[in-house]
Nanobody, 111 residues
Framework: QVQFVESGGGLVQSGGSLRLSCVASGVTLQFTMTAWYRQVSGQSRELVAA???????SFGDSAKGRFSIFRDNDKNMLFLQMNSLKPEDTAVYSC?????WGNGTLVTVSS
């Protein structure tokens, strides 16, 4: 059974940084496309960043230049480093891979 547990969310001021973590079980992240999505209540999920097994990364427009995505293959973990945060980044951030979603971690950016 594939499961993800996200952590690292919280309250941060505009311009600040956060690093989100996702621990995976039941799937080996380095062998599958893995991504971070975010969702604001009442809105559809938005792709934030993705990482291919090759290590190639891609980003949603809102994340380009500010966020980075990377893996720790030894620990089977996925990370999202978020810098220069803005109030509009406020959302629940979730891992996604192998047709499975994590429960997410809430990020709140105050102005």
């Amino acid at each position: 059974q594939v499961q993800f547990v996200e952590s690292g969310g919280g309250l941060v001021q505009s311009g600040g940084s956060l690093r989100l973590s996702c621990v995976a079980s039941g799937v080996t992240l380095q062998f599958t496309m893995t991504a971070w999505y975010r969702q604001v209540s009442g809105q559809s999920r938005e792709l934030v960043a993705a990482i291919h097994p090759s290590g190639r990364t891609s980003f949603g427009d809102s994340a380009k230049g500010r966020f980075s995505i990377f893996r720790d293959n030894d620990k089977n973990m996925l990370f999202l480093q978020m810098n220069s945060l803005k109030p509009e980044d406020t959302a629940v951030y979730s891992c996604h891979a192998a047709n499975t979603w994590g429960n997410g971690t809430l990020v709140t950016v105050s102005s």
